[in-house]
């Protein structure tokens, strides 16, 4: 009897050339060192807010993580056609209600207003939930206008709103936030555990920063031709590799975070966007928009497993030049090497596709024609229909 897929593994060769898709606090590509050798890495969390903002777009949940809720539901109720003053107030009221709260100030000299009260934590909530904010200060818009303005930092109690209906309306969620799961500490029993793990990414091969010296030109100068010189001289660090791109889905949590979604959707969505999800950094001067060079999916039911120790002694560029097909090698291998030494009883499925390759071991399973009909028979067997489990 085939075990039931409890972990389905997603594995990602893709090359980028020219880039600075994840840069830190100064401005700099981001490194890791491993194996003993330097790589470019992109962070899980870049990789992840790219596809969960496509995900988003595929399956029309939104999502909003901010820490200017009370500013949000300001713009609603002045769209509504509150006055300004007031929705300002009912604004600050809801975002106070949250929890431990600070003020923006502005102007010279510094004043405080009532819009720019920020949470102190970031509220992570549908989209509708600004729409149910706003209803429930419809509610109260008599308490709300004789209600004081809040002029200095506290906590929930300086609200004129009751906390517990506003953590209500915060604790909503939708199959974005069941995929990717919520921290949300300020608010009890509003933590979701995210179903999906990312890896940070790395490239299969060393990798070192290229620093790019660029100049740009006034153009009345450049018509004028009176005088010599740019307008602005400056630098901005970029790499380029094929990336070690790796994440899981826990089946289990997921089905129990969706409640009665859809899971088959939900599934099919995220695997199309982080297949193809780009982190936008510096999109407008690199446009590092390539496709993956193979896509590999395993449904495991046992447990997740990474094939980057696959790259931790780093690949060796192809004596005709290129990195792709020596990762691929490598990540074939090492499926190879972990097939025998946990055996294949617990891998439930896997396949692979790739826009220019034909054929792979057979450690990394069949090839489908294509990114949708592997995703389509991935989610099949995942969640077979049930027929097929009567059938099993």
């Given at each position: ?377 991935t989610v099949d067997q995942a969640q077979p229909t049930d027929s097929e489990d009567s059938a099993a």
């Amino acid at each position: 009897m085939t075990p039931r897929a409890r972990f389905l593994d997603i594995h990602i060769l893709q090359s980028v050339p020219f880039a600075n898709l994840n840069r830190d606090d100064t401005n700099s590509v981001k490194t890791v060192l491993y194996g003993g050798k330097l790589r470019t890495r992109v962070s899980s969390q870049s990789w992840k807010r790219a596809a969960r903002v496509d995900f988003e777009k595929l399956t029309g949940n939104s999502t909003l993580r901010t820490r200017r809720i009370g500013e949000a539901v300001t713009r609603e109720l002045a769209n509504r056609g509150w006055p300004q003053e007031l929705a300002e107030r009912a604004g600050a009221h809801v975002a106070a209600a949250v929890g431990k709260f600070e003020l923006e100030e502005q102007g010279e000299p510094k004043k405080t207003i009532p819009n720019h009260v920020i949470t102190n934590a970031m509220i992570y909530v549908p989209q509708a939930a600004v729409s149910e904010l706003a209803d429930y200060a419809e509610e109260h818009r008599e308490k709300l206008e004789t209600a004081k303005d809040i002029t200095k930092k506290g906590e929930a109690k300086a609200s004129a709103l009751p906390k517990d209906a506003i953590d209500a309306i915060l604790r909503s969620r939708n199959d974005v936030i069941n995929l990717f799961g919520r921290m949300l500490a300020e608010i009890d029993r509003a933590g979701v555990d995210g179903a999906v793990q990312v890896a940070h990414a790395m490239t299969t091969h060393e990798a070192d920063a290229d620093l790019d010296y660029f100049t740009a030109v006034d153009d009345l100068t450049s018509t004028w031709q009176d005088t010599t010189g740019s307008a602005h001289m400056g630098h901005a660090e970029f790499s380029s590799g094929t990336f070690y791109r790796y994440a899981t889905i826990d089946l289990d949590e997921l089905t129990t975070n969706l409640s009665g979604s859809d899971i088959r959707e939900v599934l099919t969505g995220f695997l199309t966007a982080f297949t193809l999800a780009i982190p936008q950094a510096k999109k407008n001067s690199t446009a590092p928009h390539t496709l993956p060079h193979i896509v590999h999916f395993a449904l495991r039911a046992d447990r997740p497993v990474s094939f980057a120790a696959a790259f931790e002694q780093p690949v060796r560029t192809a004596a005709h030049g290129g990195n792709g097909l020596p990762a691929v090698d490598a990540l074939a291998t090492y499926a190879a090497a972990a097939g025998t030494f946990l055996g294949t009883g617990n891998l439930v499925y896997n396949a692979w596709t790739s826009p220019e390759l034909k054929d792979l071991p057979e450690a990394l399973g069949a090839r489908t024609d294509g990114l949708d009909a592997l995703i389509t028979q991935t989610v099949d067997q995942a969640q077979p229909t049930d027929s097929e489990d009567s059938a099993a």
